[in-house]
């Protein structure tokens, strides 16, 4: 079974700074990883995924993510943020051979972006 | 517009108390999820399905009872609700076609006094 892993609940960093969000996952098999952002009081919202080709992916606003086979990660980055990228990120693992198609969450990261 | 609806959005109620949360999906999309979101703990799957009369177990279903009734509608029952079960409360839907990608509803707020 599929499961996934982020290892910082917070990170606060300046507008302007780069930043770093972590995922790990453990799969044997071929498998989709996303990346979703939750804002206060909101549904989650859909930045950006992999499932196979290039393993950088670019998303919506800026954001982008390397899927490591080695490494077994899917780190999220953004080279600049904005106040506005204050929220909750949340990465997601399912097996890509899977009729079912279980989606699996981590425990998610608290991005505060500080003026 | 891809679109997922619950409800109630809020529901307070009592232990032992019978609870239905409603979700329904105008994306034409086979896979519905239901989680619950906690603090601490993420997003945590309870029951999920890829198409009407078809319900598969999530990781925490204990507690729960959940029934596809048409490809749009996807309902989670709570038939004896327990303090424990105060959460928010998130229904998807998702397709191949899409790419895999969770469209999700805006959320349902349970509490069990």
């Known amino acids: 079974t599929q499961t996934v892993s982020q290892s910082d609940a917070h990170v606060t960093v300046f507008e302007g700074d780069s930043v770093e969000l972590r995922c790990n996952y453990s799969y044997g098999g071929s498998i989709y990883l996303s990346w979703y952002i939750q804002h206060h009081g909101h549904g989650l919202q859909f930045l950006l995924k992999y499932y196979s080709g290039n393993p950088v992916v670019q998303g919506v606003n800026g954001f982008e993510a390397e899927f490591s086979k080695s490494d077994s990660s899917f780190h999220l980055r953004k080279a600049s943020v904005h106040w506005s990228d204050s929220a909750v990120y949340f990465c997601a693992v399912s097996a890509g051979s899977s009729n079912t198609n279980k989606v699996v969450f981590g425990t998610g990261t608290r991005l505060q972006v500080l003026p | 517009e891809a679109a997922v609806t619950q409800s109630p959005r809020n529901k307070v109620t009592v232990t032992g108390g019978n609870v239905t949360l409603s979700c329904r999906q105008t994306n034409s999309h086979n896979y519905m999820y239901w989680y619950r979101q906690d603090t601490g703990h993420g997003l945590r799957l309870i029951h999920y399905s890829y198409g009407a009369g078809n319900l598969q177990i999530g990781d925490v279903p204990d507690g729960y009872k959940a029934t596809r009734t048409t490809q749009e509608d996807f309902f989670l029952l709570l038939e004896l609700a327990s303090p424990s079960q105060t959460s928010l409360y998130f229904c998807?839907?998702?397709?191949?076609?899409?790419?895999?990608?969770?469209?999700f509803g805006e959320g349902s707020r349970l509490i069990v006094v």
């Open positions: 998807a839907s998702s397709d191949r076609s899409s790419g895999n990608t969770l469209y």
